[in-house]
């Protein structure tokens, strides 16, 4: 399977994606670094390069995502399958912390996607709290 992804697909998904990580929503223009091609379902597990299963990510989300699908829900200790931003709504999994600064995990799959994908490293919490003080996060919509 090719992981080629053509102009017209990698327009089509940085507009539906609003050029923010479909996981941590970081805005391209916040972090000033160009979004990733991400492949929700990876090539390496026969994942295919179509819209459904391509979505952008922040480099530091698609870093630790590698070619995980599941993870281990740390209150349950169930074994779930990843946020899929083409198939569920992230406010269904995810929420902001009082302040804006991480991410907090609604159920299983958040929480195990926040663990994953190390959302709430010390880095981006500090940089998000500079964000929130000039009114850039958390995203609005």
Not at 46 to 70: M, P, R, Y
Not at 73 to 92: A, C, I, M, S, Y
Request: hydrophobic residues 35%.
């Amino acid at each position: 399977m090719s992981s080629y992804i053509s102009e017209s697909l990698r327009v089509r998904i940085s507009e539906s994606d609003r050029h923010s990580c479909c996981y941590c929503l970081t805005s391209e223009i916040n972090s000033g670094i160009r979004m990733t091609y991400d492949h929700i379902y990876p090539i390496s597990k026969g994942g295919k390069t179509s819209f459904e299963n391509v979505c952008l990510a922040c480099q530091s989300c698609n870093e630790f995502k590698g070619n995980i699908i599941e993870v281990i829900d740390p209150l349950t200790g169930e074994k779930v399958f990843l946020f899929n931003p083409r198939q569920q709504e992230w406010l269904h999994h995810f929420q902001w912390s009082y302040y804006g600064t991480k991410m907090e995990g609604i159920t299983a799959v958040g929480r195990a996607t926040i663990i994953a994908l190390r959302t709430n490293n010390p880095v981006i919490v500090a940089v998000r709290k500079r964000w929130v003080a000039f009114g850039w996060h958390p995203p609005l919509d």
